[in-house]
């Protein structure tokens, strides 16, 4: 796509910290760093979001996380965690539409970086849960 900044950086176009590239995937850290080595991976084929992948799409990018995940956790032994992040459409916060997966190491309780939701288990029903679960099986080709 001719105006996407990750498209760009795929391309070389753009400078960026390169951490790990193959035919399908390009990592490379974000350039906010929420914490260090916080990383981005991208498929190389341009897609907005997790809504346009195929299975072989997934598999290629998907296939790659751990693999770079260990090599954080090697090249950064004191990190305690990691948040493995894929905001879909600006609502989610999704801010570059190109499909990305975020990998955000943990070093303490202390990091700027929080994903509590809170306790929901009371919302809703045994049987409104039934409900979203078979409208989801429903659809799953």
Do not use: W
Request: proline share 4%; with cysteine.
């Amino acid at each position: 796509m001719d105006n996407c900044i990750f498209c760009k950086i795929v391309a070389q176009e753009i400078p960026s910290y390169k951490v790990y590239e193959d035919d399908k995937v390009y990592a490379f850290l974000d350039i906010s760093q929420v914490t260090k080595g916080h990383t981005l991976v991208v498929p190389k084929q341009h897609v907005a979001d997790i809504f346009e992948y195929d299975e072989t799409l997934a598999a290629d990018v998907f296939s790659r996380i751990p693999k770079i995940a260990k090599a954080l956790e090697k090249a950064f032994p004191e990190m305690e965690g990691l948040n493995m992040l894929n905001n879909n459409k600006e609502l989610a916060y999704q801010s570059v539409f190109h499909s990305h997966i975020h990998l955000i190491p943990r070093y303490s309780k202390k990091d700027d970086f929080s994903i509590h939701f809170g306790d929901h288990t009371k919302k809703y029903s045994p049987s409104e849960l039934q409900q979203f679960a078979d409208a989801i099986k429903a659809q799953v080709d």
